[in-house]
């Protein structure tokens, strides 16, 4: 492999194609291989994988994955990286790369398209200014995802760990605990990139649930009372779910169903575990019809 895991072997890519980073996509590329090889084993990658991944760069984590995996297909925003793409790519048959938003991109149609939507591994190093929208519309979109392993913001790891009674602990914790276990692997130090983030990065591996963990009768609505429960982080559950626009109950059905449950009508929130928020959604739903 004409390795590009260090700074040298980076900046001679850059120089040859007068590349210079746009911030606005976010671009931080690893130049550790020390890091790249953690990545590689944090998503058990093998020979008969077929490995989704978004924003390649300069193509640095997405030779590795073409060395251990069966297919690669990668999603770049940026057209300048295209030719480069074409060049350190250019010893593998088994990569394909399309210049895309991946968040403007039909990925369930393409990867029936090009894996007969057989399970997959999603393996990226994240444009930070967008993670959140894209986890959130990869797990949406119903891929078959087996596991994404992807390097992110450290808070934002921390984040999807959390659980009940955390500072941290929110809608987002909830939506990837829904989906999936999250494994944060390992820390990873501004110095493995160039240009150096200003935050701290982890990479989290996201293992995908076979089948829900809890029973629900209606996953958009358990995502409403999601969301307005932590709207207004301050305010009690009842109040949060009283002003949302898509829960029309009155305070008092609210309380009621809140206290059938066992829970203090004072309750907030960031209290309630996803089982508990999973039983809340039913119970409200079914006084809505
Ligand atoms: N994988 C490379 C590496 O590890 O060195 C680059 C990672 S860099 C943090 C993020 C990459 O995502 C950049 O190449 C950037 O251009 C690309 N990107 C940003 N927004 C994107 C989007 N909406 N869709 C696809 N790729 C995007």
Same mark, same amino acid.
């Given at each position: 492999m004409a390795g590009l895991a260090s700074p040298g072997s980076t900046i001679a890519v850059l120089e040859k194609y007068g590349f210079s980073f746009q911030k606005k996509y976010g671009q931080n590329f690893l130049i550790d291989r020390h890091i790249l090889e953690g990545i590689v084993d944090a998503a058990q990658i093998s020979r008969e994988d077929f490995i989704l991944e978004i924003g390649p760069g300069i193509g640095t984590l997405t030779q590795y994955l073409c060395e251990a995996g069966r297919e690669v297909l990668a999603v770049e925003l940026d057209r300048k990286l295209i030719p480069i793409l074409a060049d350190t790519l250019s010893s593998y048959n088994n990569v394909e790369v399309i210049c895309h938003d991946v968040l403007k991109l039909d990925l369930s149609g393409l990867i029936a398209e090009k894996n007969a939507s057989r399970p997959i591994k999603l393996v990226a190093n994240l444009p930070y200014y967008i993670t959140t929208p894209i986890i959130m519309s990869l797990f949406e979109s119903h891929l078959p995802l087996?596991?994404?392993?992807?390097?992110?913001?450290?808070?934002?790891?921390?984040?999807?760990?959390?659980?009940?009674?955390?500072?941290?602990?929110?809608?987002?914790?909830?939506?990837?605990?829904?989906?999936?276990?999250?494994?944060?692997?390992?820390?990873?130090?501004?110095?493995?990139?160039?240009?150096?983030?200003?935050?701290?990065?982890?990479?989290?591996?996201?293992?995908?649930? &076979?089948?829900?963990?809890? #029973? /629900?009768?209606? $996953?958009?609505? @358990?995502?409403?009372?999601?969301?307005?429960?932590?709207?207004?982080?301050?305010?009690?559950?009842?109040?949060?779910?009283?002003?949302?626009?898509?829960?029309?109950?009155? &305070?008092?059905?609210?309380? #009621? /169903?809140?206290? $059938?449950?066992? @829970?203090?009508?004072?309750v907030r929130g960031e209290m309630l575990t996803l089982k508990q928020f999973a039983e809340l959604s039913n119970r409200l739903r079914e006084r809505e019809q």
């Open positions: 087996e596991s994404i392993t992807i390097m992110v913001q450290k808070e934002l790891a921390d984040r999807m760990q959390e659980g009940p009674g955390s500072k941290d602990y929110g809608a987002l914790s909830l939506a990837v605990q829904y989906y999936a276990k999250p494994e944060v692997m390992f820390q990873v130090p501004p110095s493995a990139f160039i240009p150096r983030p200003k935050v701290g990065s982890a990479v989290i591996r996201l293992t995908c649930h &076979k089948s829900c963990p809890v #029973e /629900v009768s209606d $996953e958009a609505y @358990l995502f409403r009372v999601i969301r307005a429960s932590f709207n207004q982080r301050r305010k009690t559950l009842t109040n949060g779910l009283k002003n949302a626009p898509d829960i029309r109950l009155p &305070k008092e059905q609210i309380t #009621e /169903v809140i206290e $059938e449950m066992g @829970l203090p009508a004072t």
